[in-house]
Structure formats: structure tokens, C-alpha cells
T-cell receptor, first 109, second 117 residues
Framework: EDQVTQSPEALRLQEGESSSLNCSYT??????LFWYRQDPGKGPEFLFT???AGEEKEKERLKATLTKKESFLHITAPKPEDSATYLC??????????FGRGTSLIVHP | NAGVMQNPRHLVRRRGQEARLRCSPM?????VYWYRQLPEEGLKFMVY????????ESGMPKERFSAEFPKEGPSILRIQQVVRGDSAAYFC???????????????FGSGTRLTVV
């Protein structure tokens, strides 16, 4: 059974304080590793897909990296508007992603 | 170009009633996925549909839950004889193809929050 585990569950940062979110996955035949952002009361919003170990993708203050067992979402100099829940998901043979429980990020001004 | 539309946004049902949740996918998308999100839990896959076909229902409870995506009209997730444990946020997502979501991800709706009293 595919499994995705995210840590920490919650993270509080000061504005400008860089950090990383972790996603560990166990998926048979990984097709893709996804990162989504979810704001309160809304559906998840797609950020990145990573396909193979060593791949990196960036978007503004976010950078996602992938190894054979983990993915990291690095947040550089975060701002209060980066506050959200960040979801990691992985898909294998069926293409249907299995989601982790998410990391709730709060960035204080 | 409207995104994925879900309605109602909030739904309150008494135990034993039926709940009907609707989802209209993005224009051009013919693949629909339903997920359930419980407090303190991640998104759990329920069912994957194409027009008039259920492709994968491995995440659907065996009883009381059903889904359809007719040739015309929105996809419907139906929960019969609701119980308090059905209270959750139900999200619908769409993609243009089965593999198309790999590069661009799913497009999610804003969800329907079901409360069973």
C-alpha cells in the first residue's frame, strides 16, 4: 500500500526565517511526487511535480527536491502570505495520488 | 474559464437523510476524482470517474456511497442514510486526461463541507 508521511505537522516561523518541510514516501513504481498548497476553506492548489531523484523545481520562495525516499520543500525567507497547509502526494501505477496529512505553516510578521 | 465548481459549499443533514454533492469539472476536463478530508487527516481518495464510467472506486465505502458522472451534467457523489462519521469536507478534482495531471496537477474545487447532526 502506498504511504506518504509529512513532518512536522505544524511549523511556526518568523518572517525571513528559512526552513524545510519533509515528505517521506513509499510508493511502488513512483510516477510523480506532487506538492500542493491549501488555504483554509479552499481546495488544494498545485505547486510542483517531481519525477526522478535529483530533480529540483522552484517557484518564488519555494524549492522542491526529490530523493529516492523523500522530498523536501524548502522555504526561503518566508512571508506571512506563505502561511498555509502544504500537502505532499505521490502517485504510482494507477496515477492516482496518495496524499500525506500536510504541514501547517504559520509565518509571523 | 471557470475552475472546478462544487455545490453546495455547506450542507447540513440529519442522521438518516441523503446527501447529494455536485461537481462540474473544468471545461475540457473529462476525468473527475472525489476525495474526502477529515479533520486531522489527509485527503483520502474515494472514486475516479470518466463520462458515464466508474474507473476506480477502490476508496469508496461499500455501503451507502455511490458516484456517477453522466453524459450530460455534473458528477454526483451520493451518500444515503448519513451518519455523524460522514461529516467531512468532500473535494472534487478534475484533469484533462488520466496522465495529464502529472505535469499540471489536479484542479480542485473549493469543496463541500458536510455536517451531519
Amino acid at each position: 500500500e502506498d504511504q506518504v508521511t509529512q513532518s512536522p505537522e505544524a511549523l511556526r516561523l518568523q518572517e525571513g526565517e528559512s526552513s524545510s518541510l519533509n515528505c517521506s514516501y513509499t510508493v511502488s513504481g513512483l510516477r510523480g511526487l506532487f506538492w500542493y498548497r491549501q488555504d483554509p476553506g479552499k481546495g488544494p492548489e498545485f505547486l510542483f511535480t517531481l519525477y526522478s531523484a535529483g530533480e529540483e523545481k522552484e517557484k518564488e520562495r519555494l524549492k522542491a527536491t526529490l530523493t529516492k525516499k523523500e522530498s523536501f520543500l524548502h522555504i526561503t525567507a518566508p512571508k506571512p502570505e506563505d502561511s498555509a497547509t502544504y500537502l505532499c502526494a505521490a502517485s504510482g501505477g494507477s496515477y492516482i495520488p496518495t496524499f500525506g496529512r500536510g504541514t501547517s505553516l504559520i509565518v509571523h510578521p | 474559464n471557470a475552475g472546478v465548481m462544487q455545490n453546495p459549499r455547506h450542507l447540513v443533514r440529519r442522521r438518516g437523510q441523503e446527501a447529494r454533492l455536485r461537481c462540474s469539472p473544468m471545461k475540457g476536463h473529462s476525468h473527475v476524482y472525489w476525495y474526502r478530508q477529515l479533520p486531522e487527516e489527509g485527503l483520502k481518495f474515494m472514486v475516479y470517474l470518466q463520462k458515464e464510467n466508474i474507473i476506480d472506486e477502490s476508496g469508496m465505502p461499500k455501503e451507502r456511497f455511490s458516484a456517477e458522472f453522466p453524459k450530460e451534467g455534473p458528477s454526483i457523489l451520493r451518500i444515503q442514510q448519513v451518519v455523524r462519521g460522514d461529516s467531512a469536507a468532500y473535494f472534487c478534482a478534475s484533469s484533462p486526461t488520466r496522465q495529464g495531471q502529472m505535469n499540471y496537477g489536479y484542479t480542485f474545487g473549493s469543496g463541500t463541507r458536510l455536517t451531519v447532526v
